[in-house]
């Protein structure tokens, strides 16, 4: 059961030049806080979306940017075709310390990025 719901990311509008992505803070995940089962459950919005987002998450206390790996299926886009104006969540299990959104985005707005764990 959650317990906890915090935003990670809020009405990002800066648009990515290339495919490099951009990155949310770092937020305290399951392992942080202890949680023995490890679930978190997070939820994206978007209005007239084009662009990648995922979710990645660390094991190291003090992370640097070579620290971060991306966590198996939270990613959401990658289309460029596509335009988006809906929201979607997935659920992943790990006992991360740190968790942060790491997205691209090339038209539209991100308007939330929620996560539960």
């Known amino acids: 059961?959650?317990?906890?719901?915090?935003?990670?990311l809020s009405n990002i509008t800066d648009e990515s030049a290339d495919s490099t992505f951009s990155y949310g803070s770092k937020m305290p995940g399951a392992g942080y806080n202890r949680r023995s089962n490890g679930l978190h459950t997070v939820m994206y919005s978007f209005d007239e979306f084009i662009g990648t987002v995922k979710m990645q998450g660390t094991l190291e206390q003090y992370p640097g940017e070579a620290d971060w790996f991306d966590i198996a299926s939270t990613e959401v886009g990658g289309d460029s075709s596509v335009i988006t104006s809906a929201s979607y969540s997935r659920n992943f299990t790990g006992?991360?310390?740190?968790?942060?959104a790491a997205y691209?985005?090339?038209?539209g707005t991100i308007t939330e990025i929620r996560y539960n764990l």
């Not at 006992?95 to 942060?100: A, K, S």
């Not at 691209?104 to 038209?107: E, I, T």
């Open 95 to 100: 006992n991360f310390l740190w968790i942060r």
């Open 104 to 107: 691209n985005l090339q038209n």
């Open 1 to 8: 059961m959650s317990t906890e719901s915090r935003i990670l």
